[in-house]
Each structure stands twice: as C-alpha cells, then as structure tokens.
C-alpha cells in the first residue's frame, strides 16, 4: 500500500463523516486553543516588554550608593575602571521645576544624563536626536522631551517639536528631540537635559543622583548585582553595616524573572485546561474510531480478502485518527490565536503595563505550532492505537459475514 | 506444471461455545489451469468453509493445500495475505463493493495491496470492466447506483484486475433473479473460454450446468458424480435442498 493511497483512504474516510469528525475533535479543538492561547500571550508579553524596556534592558543594572560625600563624576570614571563586566556606566541627577512651553506649564521629572545614557537605557528616538558629547561639554541649552512631556506642553505626543524652545527655571532650551516613554519612567513626563547643563543651571550641585551600567553580553546576570555592590562598598569605603543600608544594585533580568514567576501560574492553569481537554478529546477520538471500525467491519473483511495485509490496516486507521488530531489541532490553532487577542486585554492590564507602552500583541512562533503538531501526532497514535489494531486483528471470514 | 489447486485430506473443524464442528471431513481435490468448476451441495454442507479455505482466508485444522504448488500452511499472514492480492479472486454472493467508490475505484481496490504502480491502474481496471462488459458510461458511478447484475459484474471484474491463478465464487448468483443470474454465468463462461481458472460454489444445480466438472459436497465430504447419483436414488429430492 503506498502513501498515497493511504492518504486517499483517510480523506474518503472522513470526508464521509465530516459531521460527527468535527463534533469529536471538539476536545482537541479546545484543547490545543488553550496551548496556542497561553502561548501566545506569554510570548507577547514577554515581547512588549523587551520592546518596553529596550532591548539592553535584560543588561542593565541600576545601581547606586550613599556614602558620607557626594559622589560625583570623577567616582564614575573610577567605577568603571573597577567594573569590567560593565560596557559602559551612566550617571543620572534629578531636578524639579516647572517646564513651560509657548502655551502649557507642567511640573515633571527632569533629568540630567550624559550622552551614553541613550545607549545603557535603549531609548528609542521618535523625533530628532538625543543630547551629544558637545552638548555635555558646551553645557549647551538643549533639551530632550518624552512623549509624555511633549503630550503635557504641546497637547499631543505626536506633535512635532524640535526646534521649538521650552523655558524652565526662566531658561531658555532649544527641544533637540523627542524619545518613546516608557512605563519605567512613568507616565507623567520627563524632561532630559546634559548634566552639565542640569547641574549648572538647575541643582547648582555636580552630584551624581543615581548609575546605570549596561553589562557585557557576556556577563553573569545572576551574580552582577552581588559583585557590584561589593565594587561600591569597597569603593566607597563602607563598613558591611554601612553598605548594607546604603548600597543598592538591581537588574532588569529580576524584574523579568518576577513576570515570569507571575506567568508561571497562568501557564500551570492553562496547562491543566489544555492536558484535562485533550485527554478528554483523545478519548472521544478513540470513541469514534471503535464505532468506524464496528461501522465498516465488512470492509475491512473485504479488504483483507482483496490482500490488505493487517499492517495495513494499522496504518489506514491509525493515519485517519492521526488526522483527524491534526484538523483539530489546525482549527485549535486558529481560535486559540483569535481568541489571544480578546484575552490580552485582560492580561494587558492585570500586568500593568502603561497606557502609553507598545500594545500587547499576542505572539505566534514556528515553534508553538511545530509543538502542537508534535502533541496531536502524539494523541492520534496514542488513542488510534487501540481501534487500529483492534481492526487489523478482525477475522475475514466473519467480517465478511458480519451483518 | 502443478495443478493450480491441490488439497489432499483437508478437515476443518470449528470450535466454538456449542462445540465441534467438523465442518470439512478429509477433502482432497485438484483443480487444473483454465478448468471451470462447481462445487455444489446443501446449506450448511461445508462449501462456504471450503472455499475459505482455497481462499487462503481460513487455515484447515489438517490436511495440505498446495496452490499453484506453494504449500500455503509454510506462509506467514503476510505472505497469505500477498497471495489473496496477487493469485486470487473472489466474488461473493453480496458482491461487497465499497458504496461511495466510484466503479473504477473499486475494481482497482486488490491493486492498491498488489504495489500495482499508479500509473497502470486504471488501464488494467478499464481492461477488467470491459471483459465483464460493463458499459463504460458507468465507469465513474457510484457502486451503489448500480443494479444487482451489473454491481456483481463489478466484482468479477476487481477479482479480475489482478490476473489471478483462480477465480473463487461464492454463490455469486444467490442475491440475482434467474435471468441476470443467467448474464453473470455467461461472463463466468465467457472467461473460462478465455483460459481462467475458476471455482463456483452453488446449491443450484441450474447453475452448476454452465461449469466444466461438478463435485458435490455433502456432511463435509466430496461425492463422486456417481456417489452422488446413487444418492440420488436413494433420497430423491435432497438435490434441491436450500
Ligand atoms: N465460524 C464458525 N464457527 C462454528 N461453526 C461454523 C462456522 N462456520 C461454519 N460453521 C459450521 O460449519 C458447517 C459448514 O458451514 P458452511 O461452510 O458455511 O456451509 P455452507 O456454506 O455449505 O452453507 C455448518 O454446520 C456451520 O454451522
Ligand atoms: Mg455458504
């Protein structure tokens, strides 16, 4: 028998049963939309937040300590020669004031950051450029607004900006660009501005407010945060006491490995849906394979006289429950991905991801789909198995004669 | 050149809950190429079980069969189930066609489990149907739109399609009313004339006219023709026992 008659068989066979096929792969049906679903969603979900967070954000650590002195610049320099697991180190200060434009005043976050905190934090530009090594040095008036801001001063984010002035404090700065908000930044708008610029102008202080690093590809994630505050407490002098209150380092990656604690049960509860289901959907498979093999004893008592040998017959029904799994399996697929989309407003907000970040889009991969391939092959051969022999062993003669 | 069936002391005997049956008493018979043979006798004489037996579908609990010289007890099922595929026809009273195929999907049934390549299938079922003349605008019926005649001139034709060594026909005519009973024999006799060698099994003795050679079954065992008339003589009317 070759392959291409098998398949003729089994696309007769269930052509001729098309009603009852698709009421019996309901189980399965179910089933594997639940596994495309909780998919689907953890992969969107862990997407919008790399998308959220940036795609270095996995490296980046956010670190800091409080000694008895400022810690200034000059500290920074003599970090990162310390840290050569970091690429690169960014220091941040903070200021409050009220930001104004032409029309609108709202009082926000405003930072000072130097050049290569673009890079250590993944800010995506959506307007312009971000503030340059000349703008450190030429403590130069300029500013960098996110959405969030330009949404306060200008009524729209999507308001084009650059070249427009801001004032703030009673200063003048010339808006060089516009970058994405994100909702670690929150929501209510941040102003940056050089350090140099900030400093001078705004706190009147050169202190350094609070570091990021960007580790190395290569770095250990799960022991950076140990070995960075030991650096600091070292650094800094401090006594274990001291370093234990005034030392911090904290790494995205736990950030992440907090959600994933978070899906972990979602994905526990899914799978009970989706093993309870298809268990349940193996068993009407193999319920309705018994009642085609009572149904066509005759032929397949035929079929052995005509010189179907009994392994044959194994492949005939066991190719047609196996298919009928995989049609399952195809329409679980696709409710299970619609129904992703009505299920990530849900999951949308009960994660808290802002308003103003990347939607959560549900994710389907080669792999999620080559896997329920693999599962229905799996329940097919398994709950097939029994019928499928069950009609290779029938006797010819009393098939035959079988009423 | 062996003869194409050869049993020698064949018994078979059913056990079931009721008991034994012994169904086939010491049956020996050869059947010879291009022969036409009917094998005849009462409901529940044993025809059915013999011709199971030289069908390859029932194995005798003693005794040797040799078809074409092969002793068939030597076989794995697989090897049976080759030879059903490649050696053997049958046709059954019932015609069992499959309903829903076409009239050419069903007679290329035995060469999809023959490895007949794809590519000559249809040409030998269209060479099949026109020796049991079926006209070819049925070609591509549904079997179940068929009459009873023309269903069991079908099933000729698939037991055909393999060009076997013999033709095993139970009762073909049993479910045919006299006159299309009569077409189906014709065709039997048709390919007789052709050089196929072919059993008949019927209680009919009208039927039996139509073959070559007739042996008669009875309780299991084969009669002679002149055991069979002597009984005759005896029991006037057993003949057309049902
Ligand atoms: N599978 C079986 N199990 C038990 N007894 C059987 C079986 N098949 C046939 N028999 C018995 O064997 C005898 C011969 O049956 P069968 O060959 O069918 O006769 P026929 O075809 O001439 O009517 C009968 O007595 C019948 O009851
Ligand atoms: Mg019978």
Redesign the interface.
């Known amino acids: ?2 392959i ?2 098998l398949v003729w068989e089994t696309g ?1 066979a269930l052509d ?1 049963n098309r009603g009852r096929s698709l009421l019996t792969v309901l189980g399965i049906v179910i089933g594997i939309a639940a596994v495309i679903a909780m998919t689907a969603l953890i992969g969107g979900v862990k997407q919008s937040l790399v998308g959220e967070l940036g795609l270095n954000q996995a490296r980046m650590v956010d670190f800091f300590a409080w000694p008895e002195r400022e810690v200034t610049l000059d500290d920074l320099k003599n970090l990162e020669e310390r840290m050569p697991e970091y690429e690169c180190l960014t220091a941040t200060s903070y200021a409050n004031g009220e930001v104004k434009s032409e029309t609108k005043t709202f009082s926000g976050t405003i930072m000072g950051v130097l050049p290569n905190y673009e890079r250590v934090m993944g800010v995506k530009m959506t307007q312009g450029s971000f503030i340059k090594d000349h703008d450190q040095d030429s403590v130069a008036l300029v500013a960098v607004l996110d959405q969030g801001a330009v949404k306060q001063l200008y009524g729209s984010p999507d308001e084009q900006v650059v070249g427009r002035t801001i004032s703030i404090s009673n200063v003048s700065y010339s808006v060089v660009g516009v970058s994405e908000s994100t909702s670690y930044m929150g929501n209510g708008g941040t102003v940056y501005l050089p350090f140099s610029t900030c400093a001078s102008r705004l706190t009147g202080d050169w202190g350094i407010g609070s570091i990021n690093g960007l580790a190395r590809e290569d770095a250990d994630m799960s022991t950076i945060a140990e070995t960075t505050m030991q650096t600091l407490a070292d650094y800094f002098q401090m006594s274990e006491d001291q370093a234990k209150e005034d030392v911090y380092a904290y790494t995205m990656q736990s950030v992440i490995d907090e959600l994933e604690t978070t899906m972990a049960s979602f994905q526990l509860l899914m799978t009970a849906v989706a093993s309870i289901s298809l268990v349940v959907g193996g068993i009407g498979i193999m319920n309705m394979m018994l009642t085609n093999v009572t149904e066509r004893i ?2 397949i008592g ?11 017959i194994t492949k005939q029904f066991l190719l047609e429950s196996v298919c009928l799994c995989l049609a399952g399996g195809f329409i679980g697929v696709v409710l299970g991905y619609l129904g992703s989309f009505a299920l990530t407003g849900v999951a949308g907000s009960m994660m808290e991801l802002g308003a103003t970040s990347a939607p959560l889009r549900p994710m389907i991969d080669v792999k999620s789909v080559a896997m329920v391939t693999g599962i229905c092959i799996l329940i097919g051969v398994l709950f097939g198995y029994y019928p499928a022999r069950r009609a290779a062993r029938l006797d ?2 009393e098939s ?1 004669h079988y009423q | 050149m062996p003869a194409v069936i050869d049993i020698r002391g064949v018994h078979r005997i059913y056990e079931s809950a009721a008991g034994y049956t012994h169904a086939l008493k010491g049956v020996t018979l050869r059947v010879e190429r291009g022969e036409f043979l009917c094998v005849m006798g009462p409901s529940g004489s044993g025809k059915s079980t013999l011709m199971n037996t030289l069908g390859c579908l029932d194995t005798p609990t003693s005794g040797t069969y040799r078809l074409e010289g092969v002793d068939v007890s030597t076989l794995t099922d697989d090897e049976l189930a080759e030879l059903r595929a490649t050696r053997l026809g049958f046709v059954f009273q019932s015609y069992n066609l499959l309903p829903r195929a076409t009239v050419l999907r069903n007679v290329m049934l035995p060469l999809v489990y023959s490895d007949c390549p794809v590519s000559q299938r249809e040409q030998l079922a269209r060479k099949a149907l026109a020796s049991v003349s079926l006209p070819e605008q049925y070609f591509d019926h549904r079997s179940n739109e068929l009459s009873g005649g023309q269903m069991q001139r079908v099933a000729i034709a698939r037991a055909l399609v393999n060009d076997p060594a013999v033709i095993l026909a139970d009762e073909p005519t049993g479910n045919l009313d006299t006159a299309t009973g009569n077409m189906v024999l014709r065709t039997f006799r048709r390919l007789r004339d052709e050089g196929k060698t072919i059993v008949l099994i019927t209680h009919d003795a009208e039927v039996a006219d139509w073959a070559d050679r007739t042996v008669h079954i009875r309780d299991g065992r084969l009669l002679t023709d002149e055991q069979e008339r002597a009984l005759q003589a005896a029991h006037p009317g057993t003949r057309s026992a049902t």
Request: net charge positive; proline share 5%.
């Open positions: 028998m070759r291409r008659d007769s001729a005759r032929e035929l079929r052995k006289a005509l010189g179907a040998r009994s392994s044959d010819p003669v035959l």
